[in-house]
């Protein structure tokens, strides 16, 4: 027998030490999201923390850790002042990957089912007869053998056809996604920062198709007045704006992105905070913030009847409790055939990313 030694855990000597220059970095990278990229906000706002709490050591100082960020090429200069790297805007798509992951309650596998079985990608638990032309990789050895052991016991064992047993499999699908990100102005009012959130939940999501869904597209919108296209790697720099909400202008340019993308499986993530309060008549401006408008609110229910014809689902995740916010969405849902989540600014990315593994589907017409 082998003997044992119990002896107290001693974080020193067995757990996996963290340096100080991994502890700045983990912070340092928690503070970019806050300040929309903005290294040098970020840095101020680290130097202020080390004032308080002495973060650094005798080791390294916030100088040495910036001197060490531009050296691993996490940080340069650009005209006297600090900016952050392409390589540190994927470091925060991953950050913010790993956040939603450890909220997840499931962890999948990282492909998308569909509801069709047959010779497909992902194994199932389920199980059939073994038929001529099967994947032998399928084979569900365990039910195999005990059909065999059932019909002749161990006295007599052998395999015949009739004892084996495959697993089921789910068809794969690709899918196209447009997220949309509210930018305007009351995503930042009250006190409370929606924006952040937002942010990170859609470089989660950005980070999770370029890993796991390959064949997937995503495309971000940010709509205000208006509505624009944002790149994946500006991501980190996006800021609300004194903007109203144009939802339908954002509805219409993530429909014809869709349009451009020519994939059948299609959706729209909606994040937003507010009713609709504006949208374009005639090439000016419409605004009105006062409650629900129906000239406004008429105009986005057409777009998501528009949508629903064209296939496409809209889900829309409301991050504020607004009365108005409820009515509109209530319709607009209806309207589209989709669907509507009440998310919490800290479970933003979990309800988010649920809702893209667990309802993407192929439709056959």
Request: glycine share 6%; with cysteine; proline share 3%.
């Amino acid at each position: 027998m082998v003997p044992y030694k119990y002896v107290q855990w001693d974080p020193e000597r067995h757990g996996a030490k963290t340096t100080t220059f991994e502890q700045l970095f983990d912070l340092f990278q928690q503070l970019l999201q806050y300040t929309a990229g903005d290294a040098n906000e970020a840095l101020n706002w680290l130097t202020q923390l080390d004032e308080r709490y002495s973060l650094t050591d005798s080791e390294m100082g916030i100088g040495d850790f910036i001197e060490e960020l531009k050296a691993r090429g996490y940080l340069r200069e650009n005209d006297g002042s600090i900016e952050i790297t392409a390589k540190t805007e994927r470091s925060l798509r991953a950050r913010s990957l790993e956040e939603v992951f450890r909220q997840l309650r499931k962890g999948g596998t990282g492909r998308h089912p569909t509801p069709f079985e047959g010779k497909g990608d992902e194994r199932l638990p389920e199980t059939r007869p073994w038929k001529f032309g099967d994947d032998p990789h399928l084979l569900n050895i365990t039910d195999t053998l005990s059909n065999s052991y059932r019909r002749g016991g161990l006295d007599d064992w052998s395999l015949e056809e009739e004892d084996y047993v495959l697993h089921e499999t789910d068809h794969q699908s690709n899918q196209s996604t447009v997220l949309m990100i509210d930018l305007s102005h009351s995503m930042i009012l009250y006190g409370e920062d929606r924006i952040t959130p937002a942010r990170k939940t859609a470089m989660a999501l950005s980070e999770l198709i370029l890993r796991r869904y390959a064949k997937d597209t995503l495309d971000i919108v940010a709509f205000g007045d208006d509505a624009w296209e944002v790149s994946i790697k500006d991501l980190p720099y996006l800021q609300v704006g004194p903007y109203h909400t144009n939802t339908r202008a954002g509805l219409q340019r993530a429909r014809e992105i869709l349009r451009r993308r020519k994939n059948r499986n299609k959706q729209i993530f909606m994040i937003t905070d507010g009713k609709p309060s504006c949208h374009f008549d005639q090439g000016r401006l419409y605004k009105n913030v006062f409650g629900l408008d129906r000239k406004i609110v008429n105009k986005v229910l057409d777009e998501a009847v528009i949508c629903r014809r064209e296939g496409i689902t809209i889900t829309t995740f409301m991050i504020a409790r607004d009365p108005y916010l409820q009515g509109f969405v209530r319709q607009l849902t209806e309207a589209n055939h989709g669907r509507a989540y009440y998310a919490d600014l800290n479970n933003l990315g979990e309800f988010l990313f649920e809702d893209y593994v667990r309802n993407r589907r192929k439709r056959l017409h």
